[in-house]
């Protein structure tokens, strides 16, 4: 897949500990954009955050959260990316989804085993 120049970019913030059904939130979201066929996903834990709730969650040793935040972020082309949101807004209850433009520069992947 080629992907360059201007794109979209899907930024979504949860919580550690949410879930569809008995599936972690996060995962569930990167394998539905893998389904959807987008360029790609990446799930980061964050280390200390507080949202809507205003309750802080830290990795500090003195107030260990058992709900850390958790940031995916899917890049891909506008049309994929508009098609992909109502999947979203199906999913998360609690947390936050921001989709702004980006520019790439540089997309490139592995070759896939065999391909070589």
Do not use: C, W
């Not at 809507?52 to 082309?77: E, Q």
């Not at 209850?93 to 540089?106: A, F, N, Q, Y």
């Amino acid at each position: 897949m080629k992907l360059e120049g201007a794109q979209r970019r899907v930024t979504i913030f949860i919580g550690e500990h949410d879930h569809h059904g008995h599936t972690p939130l996060a995962t569930e979201i990167v394998q539905r954009a893998h389904a959807a066929g987008l360029a790609g996903a990446t799930v980061v834990r964050g280390v200390e955050g507080f949202g809507a709730s205003n309750h802080v969650h830290t990795t500090r040793i003195l107030s260990l959260s058992d709900d850390l935040p958790m940031v995916i972020v899917i890049i891909d082309n506008h049309a994929s990316i508009d098609a992909f949101l109502p999947q979203l807004d199906e999913l998360i209850t609690e947390g936050l989804v921001i989709v702004d433009d980006v520019h790439v520069v540089k997309y490139v992947g592995r070759p896939a085993p065999g391909d070589q």
